[in-house]
Each structure stands twice: as C-alpha cells, then as structure tokens.
C-alpha cells in the first residue's frame, strides 16, 4: 500500500509540482484540484485525477463554463471526485471568469504573467476579487505549484535545477 501512495506523490512532485504550466485548460484544471483539496490530503486529489478529468470535460474551461444544472447534479453524483455543492460551483463559476479573462488578455497564462510580480498577500487579495473558493493556502499552492511563486522545491531538493531549466515565472529577473 506504501508503494503506490509514494510513487503516487514522486510522480507529482518530480514532473509536475513547481513545473510552468503554458495550457489555460491545465492551468484551470490545477485550480480545480487545488480547490478540492481544502479540507483533504493531496493524495486523494491526485488518486482521483483521471475522474476529475473525465468529470470536466478533461478540464476544457469553455465546457465547464457552459454546464447547466443537470451537470451541476451529475457531479454531485460522480463518487469519483469530490462531491461538495461549493467546489462544484465554485469550478463553473471560475470557468466563467477565465473565459472573461482570456477575452481580455487572450490567456488565462497571460493574465497571470501580466499579475507577476505580487506577493503571496497580493496574489491572494487577487484571487479572492476574481475567483471563487479560493483562500490563501488554495492560492499559494495553485500558483506555487504552476511556476508563479517560488517554494515547491528547496535548492537542495534534486528537482529544483530542473524546475529552473523550465524557467518558472519567479526565477526570471524582472
């Protein structure tokens, strides 16, 4: 049991924590989990993945942003992700503000880039006039783990030169 669970959370931590995501539709997905998260560890987010995907749309922003109410009830149906009234809607409505976004800076990523540099604070006062369901440890992770806030890895960590190679968006000088 040991076994899945660290390779699991290596797998994670080694390909995709602190890594630049360039995808609006990943980026929006990142939020999704990062949201459902509160409250629970990070490896039942990352065991139920795959059924966050396949219950939105495989994190398509415009999809989400055109579900009904009938959808609304599905997820509140589908025991493989998180069945909370508030996170589900709070995914519908951030779709909605994305799309907003992308019509005004062309990118969800261009949004955030045209943010940089805040702080912590700042991102999250941000966030919270913006988006939905979304406190400072819900901000501080989504961006910490997309390449907008330093602190995923120490220096001494192995993956940290890599993450680098990537050029996270607070490693370049601005």
């Known amino acids: 049991m040991e076994e899945p669970r660290r390779s699991l959370h290596k797998n994670y931590h080694d390909k995709h924590y602190g890594f630049p995501i360039h995808d609006d ?67 519908i409505e951030n779709a909605k503000a994305i799309l907003t976004l992308q019509k005004e800076f062309g990118s969800f990523e261009n949004w955030l880039q045209q943010q940089h540099p805040k702080t ?24 910490m783990s997309t390449g907008y806030l330093p602190g995923a890895h120490a220096p001494s960590c192995p993956v940290y030169n890599t993450v680098l190679k990537k050029k996270p968006l607070w490693a370049k000088k601005s």
Request: hydrophobic share 40%; charged share 35%.
């Open 25 to 91: 539709d990943e980026l929006f997905g990142r939020l999704i989990m990062e949201i459902n998260q509160a409250g629970l560890s990070w490896e039942t987010i990352l065991k139920k993945e795959e059924s966050f995907r396949k219950a939105y749309s495989n994190f398509n922003i415009k999809k989400v942003a055109a579900y009904k109410e009938s959808d609304r009830e599905r997820l509140m149906n589908d025991a493989g992700i998180i069945r909370n009234k508030l996170k589900i809607n709070a995914a």
């Open 120 to 143: 912590k604070e700042e991102w999250v006062k941000l966030f919270k006039k913006t988006f939905k369901f979304t406190g400072g440890e819900i901000v501080n992770e989504f961006l």
